[in-house]
């Protein structure tokens, strides 16, 4: 299982402004899995900021970018986008892209299937300067 974040590497917006990050995955089945986005600011823990279904497409947001992000999957390039407009400096952060990743999905509100395959990428920083 191979996850990939593209964005910049380092990405760096202004508050209001938008930013797109891309996750190419391989080694496994699209559509058998959820996938999705946390991001996390050292010496802090991991934060699930968005999933998707890979089942039904059905998504799932942290209620602290509710509104803001949208998480979104072209399953014939294994890609996972996610779109984030009206930045704010809080989103901040190392950003990852995770498949199956339950510990963190499922307090987005994802409920399953499961299947014990969680994988991450290497992240790619978003900085949001004020």
């Known amino acids: 299982v191979q996850l990939v974040e593209s964005g910049g590497g380092l990405a760096e917006a202004q508050a209001g402004g938008s930013l797109r990050l891309s996750c190419t995955a391989s080694g496994f089945r699209f559509e058998d899995y959820a996938i999705g986005w946390f991001r996390q600011v050292p010496g802090k823990e991991r934060e699930g900021v968005a999933c998707i279904s890979g089942t039904d497409s059905s998504t799932y947001y942290a209620d602290s970018v509710k509104g803001r992000f949208t998480i979104s999957s072209d399953n014939a390039k294994n890609t996972v986008y996610l779109q984030m407009n009206s930045l704010k400096p809080e989103d901040t952060a190392v950003y990852y892209c995770?498949?199956?990743?339950?510990?963190?999905?499922?307090?987005?509100?994802?409920?399953?299937?499961?299947?014990?395959?969680?994988?991450w990428g290497k992240g790619t920083q978003v900085t949001v300067s004020s």
């Open positions: 995770a498949v199956d990743l339950m510990e963190l999905f499922v307090k987005l509100g994802y409920e399953g299937p499961y299947y014990g395959k969680d994988h």
